[in-house]
């Protein structure tokens, strides 16, 4: 059962324009939840967080917003430039349960492929 | 400083034999996690070391897998009996101390053929 969903395989976006990201979960114990940028034949590399107490986080080009009561964020880029293009995958981490477990993996979306067109 | 590394960048290994991957994290980071990234799939969680102790291991797919991490660096996940199925990138990250607020730095990962 996918708990993170990017329902997005794929977007396209001409370069200097504003690329849109979304993701959606179902688990309501998440608390916390990043965005990683992956480039082939690399690991994912941390990009952004967000804290399930905020609506939105802010860092240079790249804004997260989180909008609880309907369980999905979104990661903005502006502008958009070509070294973006990459996969991009939301992930989630949960409140601990009482055994201590759940609390310290990530749960993955499927990445979404951006590609920035010069 | 060094990032988190994995050796080998690539294993094939004929059914049925045993494998080793290794996993060198962040020096100082206490936290180490091990992944599974099937085909058009995210990360997948299997194990959590919070030092030399396996804190979580609720994602190990079945007893086939093992992993340790004796002196609370270097981790090796180990399978045994490989099947098809357990082709994919094995990932491994290092955090500064575990808990849902610290970013996993990611290795390069691991791809495991199995044939």
């Known amino acids: 059962d996918q708990q993170v969903k990017q329902n997005s395989p794929s977007l396209s976006v001409q370069e200097g324009r504003i690329s849109i990201l979304n993701c959606d979960y179902t688990?309501?114990?998440?608390?916390?939840f990043l965005w990683y940028k992956k480039y082939p034949a690399e690991g994912p590399t941390f990009l952004i967080s967000?804290?399930?107490?905020?609506d939105k986080n802010e860092d240079g080009r790249f804004t997260v917003f989180l909008n609880k009561s309907a369980k999905h964020l979104s990661l903005h880029i502006v502008p958009s430039q070509p070294g973006d293009s990459a996969v991009y995958f939301c992930?989630?981490?949960?409140?601990?349960?009482?055994?201590?477990?759940?609390?310290?993996?990530?749960?993955f979306g499927t990445g979404t492929r951006l590609t920035v067109i010069p | 400083g060094a990032g988190v590394s994995q050796t080998p960048s690539n294993k094939v290994t004929e059914k049925g034999k045993y494998v080793e991957l290794r996993c060198d994290p962040i020096?100082?980071?206490?936290?180490l996690y091990w992944y599974r990234q099937s085909l058009g799939q995210g990360p997948e969680f299997l194990i959590y070391?919070?030092?030399?102790?396996?804190?979580?291991d609720s994602g190990l797919p079945n007893d086939r897998f093992f992993a340790v991490r004796p002196e609370g660096s270097v981790s090796t996940l180990k399978i045994q009996r490989t099947e098809r199925g357990d082709s994919a990138v094995y990932l491994c990250?290092?955090?500064?101390?575990?808990?849902?607020?610290?970013?996993?730095?990611f290795g390069p990962g691991t791809r495991l053929t199995v044939t």
């Open positions: 688990n309501s114990m998440f608390d916390y």
């Open positions: 967000i804290s399930s107490i905020k």
């Open positions: 990250a290092s955090s500064l101390n575990g808990g849902s607020l610290h970013e996993q730095y």
């Open positions: 992930a989630a981490s949960a409140i601990p349960t009482q055994t201590g477990k759940g609390a310290n993996n990530l749960f």
């Open positions: 020096s100082g980071h206490t936290a």
């Open positions: 070391f919070q030092g030399t102790g396996a804190a979580d």
